[in-house]
């Protein structure tokens, strides 16, 4: 049978991908014959394959008609998904951030989830593997409490943790000696807002990114706060971490229970709060699996290798 999903306002380019690359996944996945003419996605084959394909390739211009982006990589996400993700779902699981034309999308369901956990909780301890989005979708959410004034300012927090490297080795002031530690949030940054405008809210301070170690002492009031790579941080850094939440302030823990790189694995912060945390209103668990990686999806392949070789 052949079944055609209506185009019409979509992106061509964006929903056809380069060298015609999404329709060839959703041509692999769903074992039928895919093409674009005029102003409709033609889908042929067996009727079970092809109402699977449709759904999915209605869900392809939607996110084409929108403009936002589309890969081969994303076309099997939406595969392997309910529908549940935030694809045409209004607002959830969307930030629109001011000066930059990319729209924040959740691509996953357990992505939105975290998205609506961050929106409806005080602390948000985010846990899964590399690749999942963790920390770029908490900052995007930090971004878009400051742009909306829900906050004045955003801290970024990374425990400052020798694996395999010695930091007095290193060369520079201490300052250069744990940039290349808080490297990844810079990054995040850069995607998130426009380089003069990361610039300025460094230099007045409404941007802070620091070791964990530097939060000692403070109280963390009016603020959005991120604690990132949290694995390692001791359980004594993140009870003195925890312990600053000040009045107006949310806090995001992020981490990978699978790269704890201290000495012994018991002494890990995120391990502890996993304990005796849950079950506190206000507190909120989200955990990622691999169907949430959104890299290359070979780094998904390679989670699941480590895993079941138990490393």
Known sequence: MTQKVSTEGADMLTLAGVNDGNLVELSRLCGVKVALRGDAMSITGPQELVERATDIGRRMVERARQRMELSPDDVLRLSEDDGSNGDGAGADGRIALPGMRKLIQAKTSGQAEYLAKI????????????????????????????????????????????????????PGDMQAKVDPYL???????????????????????????????????????DAFVILDEAQNATALQMKMFLTRLGVNSQIVITGDKTQIDLPKREESGLMQVERILPGIDGIAFHYFTDVDVVRHRLVRDIIKAYAADGD
């Not at 409806?120 to 989005?133: L, Y």
């Not at 990361?198 to 009031?221: D, N, S, W, Y």
């Open 183 to 221: 490297r990844p949030l810079y990054d995040a940054l850069d995607e998130m807002m426009p380089a003069e405008r990361i610039q300025k809210a460094l230099e007045t301070r409404v941007i802070e990114i620091a070791p964990l170690a530097f939060m000692r002492g403070r109280t963390l009031g």
């Open 119 to 170: 929106a409806e909780h005080d602390i948000v301890v985010g846990i899964g593997p590399a690749g999942t989005g963790k920390t770029y979708l908490a900052v995007a959410a930090a971004v878009d409490a400051l742009t909306r004034k829900k906050v004045r300012r955003i801290i970024l927090a990374r425990p400052a943790v020798e694996a395999g490297e010695s930091l007095g080795f290193l």
